[in-house]
């Protein structure tokens, strides 16, 4: 099993629309979770971070944590082409400092 | 101006070649990492460096080496015993021993090819 999972999509919506992308870790000791945006060639740029359970709203953007089902997700409200790329999901788990990454979803935002 | 710079955007090896990635932080970051990308996959972890003069081996270090004898630097050597290192490069910082200091925040990136 993976450490940290992502379905790699495509994940089309259309513009306006809400996109919820999801992620589930192994880690039960987890604590410390985050959502990153990647433009094609790009580097990946930090969405928000979550620490606890529950919801946290930044603009569009909601990132959802559930540690005991061992998920976190991240909806973005009113879609737009330009939040077309690819969501990173990570997760600080066992070693100190260390954070693995999922291998994203892919956000396709039709207009 | 803060941030992270990572030089050359672009680099292109030969076979047999070792070649060093350059890493620059003014951010006043205590930590810094290496992560390697390939197409389809997600960011895996090369070398963590968490302090000066001090630095751990990540998933996937075999071929590669680092140095951390400035806080700002963190450059990455691509050695020859690397069997496949095209693939686009990453490097990070975060605050490190503090309270929510484990955010991560990335470089441009370097992008290698082996000719």
């Known amino acids: 099993q993976k450490e940290v999972e992502q379905n790699s999509g495509p994940l089309s919506v259309p513009e306006g629309a809400i996109a919820s992308l999801n992620c589930t870790y192994s880690?039960?000791?987890?604590?410390?979770f985050f959502w990153y945006r990647q433009y094609s060639g790009k580097s990946p740029e930090l969405i928000m971070s979550?620490?606890?359970?529950g919801d946290k709203e930044d603009g569009r953007f909601t990132a959802q944590l559930n540690k005991a089902s061992q998920y976190v997700s991240l909806l973005i409200r009113d879609s737009q082409p330009s939040d077309s790329a690819t969501y990173l999901c990570?997760?600080?788990?066992?070693?100190?400092?260390?954070?693995?990454f999922g291998t994203g979803t892919k956000l396709q935002v039709i207009p | 101006d803060g941030g992270i710079t990572q030089s050359p955007k672009y680099l292109f090896r030969k076979e047999g070649q070792n070649v060093t990635l350059s890493c620059e932080q003014n951010?006043?970051?205590?930590?810094m990492y290496w992560y390697r990308q390939d197409p389809g996959q997600g960011l895996r972890l090369i070398y963590y460096?968490?302090?000066?003069?001090?630095?751990q081996k990540g998933d996937i270090a075999e071929g590669y080496s680092v140095s951390r004898e400035k806080k700002e630097s963190f450059p990455l050597t691509v050695t020859s015993a690397q069997k496949n290192p095209t693939a686009f490069y990453l490097c990070?910082?975060?605050?490190?021993?503090?309270?929510?200091?484990?955010?991560?925040?990335f470089g441009p990136g370097t992008r290698l090819t082996v000719l």
């Open positions: 880690d039960r000791g987890s604590q410390s």
């Open positions: 951010l006043n970051h205590d930590a």
């Open positions: 979550i620490y606890s359970n």
């Open positions: 460096s968490q302090i000066v003069n001090d630095f």
């Open positions: 990570a997760v600080k788990t066992g070693g100190y400092q260390k954070v693995t």
């Open positions: 990070a910082s975060s605050i490190g021993h503090h309270p929510g200091g484990d955010t991560q925040y």
